[in-house]
């Protein structure tokens, strides 16, 4: 049984148009690997497993995730990632996140928001409070406060 007699081929769509399966194909292949191979590279990586012949995934199991007969759980996903050197964004998701772009949009449309509500004050709290991390926002409550008790 080879790769090419199972697996139906992928037509060019965007990763995020994939389901899971055709993005771990579309990897697999990138890579030059076959199922047989990545089966047992992902058994390198299943270090919480402790009887040898149980280890990362089998070439079945990932012929039905290619297939879309099967969808991988969260240990399969990780196993996946590690061995396909991708992340879980991608593989679930079909693309990366990009934490500092979504920082930056918040951070200009507070600006913006700031801007257009200059002269109304408890509405730009609420949009600054809004915008904000959890941490920062943790800081400010904080200093808050300390600055009520030093005033006390």
Request: with cysteine; net charge neutral; proline share 1%.
């Amino acid at each position: 049984m080879t790769d090419n007699d199972k697996l139906p081929e992928i037509t060019e769509k965007k990763d995020s148009e994939l389901s899971i399966g055709e993005r771990i194909q579309k990897k697999r292949k990138q890579l030059d690997f076959s199922v047989d191979q990545l089966a047992l590279l992902t058994a390198a990586y299943d270090f919480g497993v402790l009887a040898e012949n149980d280890k990362g995934l089998s070439s079945q199991t990932l012929y039905r995730y290619e297939k879309g007969e099967r969808e991988p759980a969260t240990r399969e996903i990780r196993l996946l990632c590690e061995a396909l050197n991708v992340s879980a964004d991608w593989l679930i998701f079909g693309k990366d996140w990009n934490y500092q772009q979504e920082a930056d949009t918040i951070l200009a449309n507070s600006f913006r928001a700031l801007i257009k509500n200059v002269n109304d004050e408890d509405r730009l709290g609420a949009i600054l409070n809004k915008n904000i991390s959890r941490k920062n926002m943790h800081e400010m409550k904080v200093l808050e406060i300390r600055n009520r008790n030093k005033n006390q």
